[in-house]
């Protein structure tokens, strides 16, 4: 499992629509809006860099009232919940 937190700018006007678009694109697993550097906060989690590139490159970049993004890739999580059996449910080898 590929993970990416990917920082998202948009048209000031366009956060919630941004958002909603990008939360149902294949392998978004949760978009957060923030405060700080970027405008929301997406959280790609995927089986292959192919899919990060479909996620991210054919998917978010694309989504109207994105201008920008940063790509974030994870190496390794340091968490409690195992993650990875979390998002494996039903999906086969």
Do not use: C, W
Request: charged letters at 25%; hydrophobic letters at 45%.
């Amino acid at each position: 499992m590929l993970t990416a937190i990917v920082l998202i700018d948009t048209e000031p006007n366009k956060i919630p629509e941004v958002a909603d678009r990008v939360a149902n694109l294949q392998g978004v697993s949760e978009v957060y809006s923030v405060t700080g550097k970027a405008d929301l906060v997406a959280m790609v989690r995927v089986r292959s860099h192919d899919d990060l590139a479909d996620a991210i490159a054919d998917g978010i970049s694309k989504v109207p009232g994105v201008l920008r993004t940063e790509t974030l890739i994870a190496f390794r999580a340091y968490s409690s919940v195992d993650l990875d059996q979390a998002f494996a449910l039903g999906l086969d080898e």
